[in-house]
């Protein structure tokens, strides 16, 4: 088995912590945050310091080979670049601090990414609940959030409510975004920016509200982008519905 660290020069102090992340996440150590086909948790290295690592699975088959040699970056990677990316056009995402892989016989196995632990209080999941009418101020920021997303040519394609982070300060609303090994990069026009809202939780008045404000952000006609949203909302709300009958989750007709 073979080991291989990339770490941010500005965190060279932790390279001993590093080195022992991979023992750290399969042993008892650390705050469960996801346990399921990837594995993440939390750790405390010092005093107030918490640290989030991601082990990804271990690819299979066709993916181990196309890892292995670098004919695509392995998911661990992406994560660990695409923040600097996705800084440079004012997008927050938590800071990287380290890539590991892990090799047998030259074929990759498990990857982990390492980040800072934001303590961002929300996730758009409360999207779901908003009232509308009262909520237009936090409407209309992530929409600008989003629009400054996609005209920087970069669209995050599960962008998703647990995927997107936010906070108040000063009373501003500020976002972020985690998960971020599944980016795309390139011209996001009216019709590809309307569809990376399909997977958000929330009502119809919600998604009308966002399109509007989305539109004005990008210039766009607003009729269009209510029409296109809620479109590509039914399409994917629809879709997850038939798999899990059990779960009506929205009002999808147009």
Known sequence: ????????????????VMQHVPAMMAGDEG???????????????????????????KPRFF?????????????????YIYPDKLAKIGIYSPESIAYIEERSHGLIGYTYFVSMQIDYEHQCYEFADLDVEKSGELIRAFAAFAAKLHKGKMMHRDFSPGNILWTQRD?????????TNQMRFGRVGMRLGCANFAR???????????????ADERHFPADECIRLMLRYRQRFWKRYMRRKPEKVVWDVDL
Do not use: C
């Open 200 to 214: 958000l939780y929330g009502h119809k008045p919600f998604f009308r509200a966002l399109a509007t404000a989305y």
């Open 31 to 57: 705050v469960v945050l996801l346990d399921g086909r990837n594995l993440i948790k939390k750790f405390e290295i010092e005093p107030g310091f918490w640290i989030n690592v991601k082990r990804y699975h």
């Open 63 to 79: 993916n181990k080979l196309v890892y292995s040699l670098r004919l695509r970056k392995p998911k661990g990677l992406r994560a």
């Open 171 to 179: 009373g501003k609303y500020i976002f972020a975004l985690i998960d």
């Open 1 to 16: 088995m073979s080991f291989s660290l990339t770490l941010q020069p500005s965190f060279e102090q932790l390279r001993p």
